[in-house]
């Protein structure tokens, strides 16, 4: 009879020692997947604060429509909402530019971030449209302070040899026009050169969105 081979016996590999890389793999991708949810938060935060700025801005825009003389205080809230949107607008294109940059390897884009994009494309078209009135308005308000110094004032003087007024007229020189009109005209200039920026930035906006949205626009 044949002896049964002597050797020593293979122990079967614990599951610990089969998927090590497997599991590696999973904690890689659950910890990738929390950061990118926190992420996408952060975003949805800075979109939503930009959008509330464009609509303060739409309200002060309104406003200068109700005056009919320059009011210096609501120029310079403006100016302070305008340069806080622009700054949202950067970062708000900055983390989307960030988070559909490390996109899943299967190239699927989240619903999310499709509303995402798609709420910062509307709001930076309105927050254009609304710098678009605001100098508009201001251009309207400068042009009215121009004609109103510029018309001859009438003044009554007593002759001191006649019981008649004597009239005289006076116009005003462009240095009697008060600082405010250059201050306008700043202000103008400041809105023409932040629209250019956030259309640059509306441009680059489309060009980075995902290809489902840029082929629905097409």
């Not at 700025?53 to 309104?62: C, P, S």
């Not at 210096?72 to 100016?79: A, G, N, T």
Request: charged letters at 30%; one cysteine or more.
């Amino acid at each position: 009879m044949c002896s049964a081979p002597c050797g020593r016996k293979k122990r079967p590999r614990s599951a610990g020692s089969i998927f090590p890389i497997s599991r590696g793999a999973q904690a890689a991708e659950q910890e990738r997947r929390e950061s990118r949810e926190e992420a996408v938060d952060d975003s949805r935060m800075t979109v939503q604060e930009f959008n509330t700025l464009v609509a303060l801005y739409r309200e002060q825009v309104i406003s200068i429509g109700e005056i009919s003389a320059d009011c210096p205080s609501l120029r310079v809230q403006m100016h302070h909402t305008r340069s806080k949107g622009c700054s949202m607008a950067r970062a708000a294109h900055h983390d989307l530019a960030l988070i559909s940059g490390s996109g899943p390897e299967d190239g699927e884009i989240p619903p999310e971030i499709c509303r995402l994009f798609i709420q910062l494309q509307c709001c930076l078209e309105m927050f254009v449209t609304e710098m678009l009135k605001s100098m508009c308005l201001l251009g309207v308000l400068q042009l009215h302070r121009k004609r109103t110094d510029s018309e001859p004032k009438v003044d009554f003087r007593m002759d001191e040899s006649s019981d008649v007024p004597i009239l005289e007229e006076r116009s005003s020189s462009p240095t009697d026009f008060p600082q405010e009109q250059w201050l306008v005209g700043t202000d103008i200039e400041n809105i023409e050169r932040d629209m250019r920026e956030m259309r640059n930035l509306l441009s680059k906006l489309r060009d980075a969105m995902p290809l489902p949205l840029k082929n629905q626009g097409e």
